[in-house]
């Protein structure tokens, strides 16, 4: 099994978003916040020996965007599928050997798997099926946005209730915050509260990588769930999201998606 992104070294202890867990997803939280973000969807991808669990949003009706880290090591064989907060099969792939592909996934150019979360940049990969997912799931990035510290933002992804327990079932939550800073990495502060499903003032959690954070003032796109560093003694949390509106983000998702060719 491939070692987790989960535990990472910082000055308390970092972890990533994505978490291997087989549980199935239920159809939990703020019934307001999950209409709002219909377009997050629990994602399962499965090789030979291990199953991570992450969030995915779909850009086109066939290319969907979440966080590099998720996909295997080593661009392995694997097989996805997508499901929606109630746990119902929307669409699923195999990216296999000789050809036998019915998904096709590429990752930013500029990712790297490090030991220090910090220096992870650019964790963001598309993945396209040669099926098409209902136009309604489809979300809408500002790859332009202006918000900054102080602005409101929400977010919903499928990670435990619980992070610092490693515990729930990684069901769908949606949590609201502000952004604490920007600069590389969108940052925001917040707080664990164990069994909530909605909150404000959240944090994320294992399972929730490759969730799409919005602007409340827009209802847009403006990062990725990346990675979370932890103070474990002060239930307090900092999350880090991929920033989409980056130079050499923006325009290597927009070069690249829709993918018309599996790759």
């Given amino acids: 099994m491939r070692p987790m992104l989960a535990l990472l070294a910082l000055a308390s202890f970092a972890m990533s978003c994505g978490q291997s867990n087989e549980s199935e997803t239920k159809n939990t939280g703020s019934a307001v916040g999950l209409q709002k973000v219909k377009s997050a969807l629990a994602l399962y991808i499965g ?40 746990g119902n099969l929307l669409l699923e792939g195999i990216k296999g050997m000789f050809g036998m592909n019915t998904v096709g996934a590429i990752v930013h150019p500029d990712y790297r798997a490090v030991s220090d979360p910090s220096k992870m940049f650019s964790d963001i990969a598309l993945i396209t099926f040669t099926s098409a997912i209902d136009k309604s799931f489809v979300a809408v990035v500002d790859y ?18 619980n992070q610092l327990k490693q515990s729930g079932a990684g069901v769908k939550r949606y949590m609201e915050n502000k952004i604490d800073l920007r600069d590389g990495f969108i940052a925001l502060s917040g707080r664990l509260q164990a069994n909530k499903d909605s909150w404000k003032d959240g ?23 990346a990675w979370v560093n932890a103070d474990q003694a002060k239930n307090s949390m900092k999350s880090y999201f991929t920033d989409l509106s980056l130079p050499q983000n923006k325009q290597w998702i927009q070069k690249t998606s829709p993918i018309d060719n599996l790759r």
């Fill in 47 to 86: 090789t030979n020996d291990s199953i991570e669990r992450c969030t995915g949003q779909f850009l086109t009706p066939r290319t969907l965007i979440t966080a590099a880290h998720c996909l295997p090591a080593k661009r392995l064989a694997f097989y996805v599928e997508v499901r929606d907060n109630s």
């Fill in 144 to 161: 332009d946005s202006k918000a900054d510290r102080g602005s409101e933002v929400y977010f919903a992804g499928f990670g435990f209730a």
């Fill in 203 to 225: 944090a994320v959690a294992g399972g929730d990588s490759g969730g799409m954070l919005y602007d409340k003032s827009t209802g847009k796109g403006i990062g990725l769930a």
